[in-house]
Nanobody
């Protein structure tokens, strides 16, 4: 069974930075075959896509995090990262890692990591 393990969450003051990591293991296909994404879900809200990096390393971001967050991947380490700068209270949420191969049943989630932005 595919495993995605997130780390790097925590409590940070507004304007601060965090770097999330997601390590993948037990993959059916090579890590580089997967589109990797970071989603988040705040209390009482739907889960939303924050950032995605495709197998070709093309990236896209939700408008609210553009110019503040950066997604990257290290295929040699089977890991995807989310660098989050200039954090705001509205970034507070549980952040989930996702691995998928488009148009297939290969779609997996991590357990989530809490990010809290508060003074």
């Amino acid at each position: 069974q595919v495993q995605l393990v997130e780390s790097g969450g925590g409590l940070v003051q507004p304007g601060g930075s965090l770097r999330l990591s997601c390590a993948a293991s037990r993959l059916t296909f090579t890590f580089r075959s997967y589109d990797m994404g970071w989603y988040r879900q705040a209390p009482g809200k739907q889960r939303e896509l924050v950032a995605r990096i495709t197998s070709f390393s093309s990236t896209n971001y939700v408008d609210s995090v553009k110019d503040r967050f950066t997604i990257s991947r290290d295929n040699a380490k089977n890991t995807v990262y989310l660098q989050m700068n200039s954090l705001k209270p509205e970034d507070t949420a549980v952040y989930y890692c996702n691995a998928r191969i488009p148009r297939s049943a290969n779609d997996y989630w991590g357990q989530g990591t809490q990010v809290t932005v508060s003074s």
